[in-house]
């Protein structure tokens, strides 16, 4: 045998090596796609595959305990129920103000003063006319004294017959003439002083005072302002300020006719103000206005407040809630709160399940007091957290969650 014979022996089977490779492939194709089955059932098993459970969620909220026994919310305002546009009667300069926006009065305090010269004049004039009349009543009260000391004498006299019938005549008409003098000047004096108290007044109507005691609102004049009662003329002022009295405060609500039912005089409420959202007043239903709004189907009602707040404002919106009963000292302060329908007892622990990142995650809780449908969280979550609430049977530890859409 030749080498070039051997040679020609030699040869590759490539349709052998093609099978061991579709057979090597195959392989590789079962091993990968068990592996991906395995990882599927694992992933499905820990809840990545899953569809995502529809929940229904709540905020953990901080409430006040009145809300668990409100009949009735009505929305208003603070209104003070004494008030007034602090005007002069009489027209005149404004030459002083006393007061600004804020500023807190006296019955009776200056608030302001009107230019009052001519009327300072006139009170000078009208004193000394006083005077006068005051020493021409003492003169003629003089010669009356001494008109009767002369009438007296002549009188016995002319019983006697020593003197003459017309000295006596004389001396009875002198009598007479001081004593109508003395009525004359008695009634100019009257008329003097009448005089001086109507300058008085005059002078006073110059002087703006506080009617009581308040707060003032507004300012509505200047120092130089011409201030008028009427108002009407070109740049004039009516009201120099407007004030109310803080004391007087009460809120006024609009309830519906068909609820008004759940109203009483008397009956405790709590009132919160849009400006003071973390508060909450004690008060109590002042008045039921008698008479209703036909165009918003309503009735008036007044709430009182019970707690004086220097921070309580005329104007301000105002929310009242006509409570069942009244507040005790341990509801005045709020809680954390969830239903008690979202609080779950499972294998002896107390817990609920906080959906965060679109998974439920299992939270124990520590619970306090009961009031209605709420139940106080004493710890284990925060105001805002959010918790299912439904379908608790179906929800577990971990799993992936959708909040339901309202």
Same mark, same amino acid.
């Given at each position: 045998?030749?080498?070039?014979?051997?040679?020609?022996?030699?040869?590759?089977?490539?349709?052998?090596?093609?099978? $061991?490779?579709?057979?090597?492939? $195959?392989?590789? +194709?079962?091993?990968a796609a068990l592996l991906l089955i395995?990882?599927?059932?694992?992933?499905? !098993?820990?809840?990545?595959?899953?569809?995502? +459970?529809?929940?229904? %969620?709540?905020?953990?909220? @901080?409430?006040?305990?009145?809300?668990? !026994?409100?009949?009735?919310?009505?929305?208003?305002?603070?209104?003070?129920?004494?008030?007034?546009?602090?005007?002069?009667?009489?027209?005149?300069?404004?030459?002083?103000?006393?007061?600004?926006?804020?500023?807190?009065?006296?019955?009776?305090?200056?608030?302001?003063?009107?230019?009052?010269?001519?009327?300072?004049?006139?009170?000078?004039?009208?004193?000394?006319?006083?005077?006068?009349?005051?020493?021409?009543?003492?003169?003629?009260?003089?010669?009356?004294?001494?008109?009767?000391?002369?009438?007296?004498?002549?009188?016995?006299?002319?019983? *006697?017959?020593?003197?003459?019938?017309?000295?006596?005549?004389?001396?009875?008409?002198?009598?007479?003439?001081?004593?109508?003098?003395? /009525?004359?000047?008695?009634?100019?004096?009257?008329?003097?002083?009448?005089?001086?108290?109507?300058?008085?007044?005059?002078?006073?109507?110059?002087?703006?005072?506080?009617?009581?005691?308040?707060?003032?609102?507004?300012?509505?004049?200047?120092?130089?302002?011409?201030?008028?009662?009427?108002?009407?003329?070109?740049?004039?002022? /009516?009201?120099?300020?407007?004030?109310?009295?803080?004391?007087?405060?009460? #809120?006024? %609500?609009?309830?519906?006719?068909?609820?008004?039912?759940?109203?009483?005089?008397?009956?405790?409420?709590?009132?919160?103000?849009?400006?003071?959202?973390?508060? @909450?007043?004690?008060?109590?239903?002042?008045?039921?206005?008698?008479?209703?709004?036909?165009?918003?189907?309503?009735?008036?009602?007044?709430?009182?407040? +019970?707690?004086?707040?220097?921070?309580? +404002?005329?104007?301000?919106?105002?929310? %009242?809630? !006509?409570?069942?009963?009244?507040?005790?000292?341990e509801e005045e302060n709020p809680f *954390?709160?969830?239903?008690?329908?979202?609080?779950?007892?499972?294998?002896?622990?107390?817990? #609920?399940?906080? %959906?965060?990142?679109?998974?439920?995650?299992?939270?124990?809780?520590?619970?306090? $007091?009961?009031?209605?449908?709420?139940?106080?969280?004493?710890?284990?979550?925060?105001?805002?957290?959010?918790? /299912?609430?439904?379908?608790?049977?179906?929800?577990?530890?971990?799993?992936?969650?959708?909040?339901?859409?309202?």
């Amino acid at each position: 045998m030749t080498v070039d014979n051997d040679l020609s022996r030699l040869r590759i089977d490539k349709q052998r090596i093609s099978q $061991r490779q579709g057979k090597k492939k $195959r392989y590789l +194709l079962l091993s990968a796609a068990l592996l991906l089955i395995i990882l599927l059932v694992i992933l499905y !098993f820990k809840g990545v595959l899953k569809p995502a +459970l529809e929940v229904q %969620v709540i905020s953990v909220q @901080r409430i006040y305990p009145a809300q668990t !026994f409100t009949l009735l919310n009505a929305s208003g305002y603070a209104v003070a129920q004494r008030k007034a546009a602090v005007a002069s009667k009489i027209t005149g300069r404004l030459v002083f103000l006393g007061v600004e926006e804020g500023s807190q009065v006296k019955k009776g305090e200056i608030i302001a003063r009107l230019e009052n010269d001519d009327a300072k004049a006139a009170m000078e004039r009208a004193k000394a006319d006083a005077k006068v009349a005051h020493f021409n009543l003492e003169q003629s009260q003089a010669e009356l004294d001494d008109a009767v000391l002369d009438y007296n004498r002549k009188k016995e006299l002319v019983e *006697k017959e020593i003197i003459a019938r017309s000295q006596f005549d004389a001396a009875e008409a002198r009598f007479k003439k001081a004593k109508a003098a003395v /009525a004359a000047y008695q009634a100019a004096l009257r008329a003097s002083e009448a005089a001086l108290k109507e300058v008085g007044v005059s002078l006073e109507y110059t002087i703006i005072r506080a009617p009581f005691d308040a707060v003032v609102l507004t300012k509505n004049a200047d120092i130089g302002d011409i201030v008028t009662p009427i108002g009407a003329a070109a740049d004039a002022k /009516a009201a120099v300020v407007n004030i109310a009295d803080m004391d007087s405060l009460k #809120v006024e %609500v609009d309830v519906s006719e068909s609820n008004i039912e759940q109203v009483k005089v008397g009956q405790p409420c709590e009132i919160q103000l849009d400006a003071l959202p973390n508060d @909450r007043f004690r008060g109590v239903v002042h008045m039921i206005v008698p008479t209703a709004d036909r165009s918003k189907a309503s009735i008036l009602v007044k709430a009182a407040f +019970l707690d004086k707040d220097p921070r309580i +404002l005329p104007e301000m919106s105002a929310k %009242v809630a !006509f409570l069942s009963r009244q507040i005790t000292p341990e509801e005045e302060n709020p809680f *954390k709160a969830l239903p008690s329908n979202a609080v779950v007892n499972r294998e002896g622990e107390t817990l #609920v399940f906080v %959906v965060q990142n679109n998974r439920a995650l299992k939270t124990p809780v520590h619970l306090g $007091r009961r009031l209605d449908t709420m139940v106080e969280i004493l710890d284990g979550v925060e105001v805002g957290d959010q918790v /299912a609430t439904a379908p608790l049977d179906k929800i577990k530890n971990g799993i992936k969650v959708r909040v339901a859409q309202e």
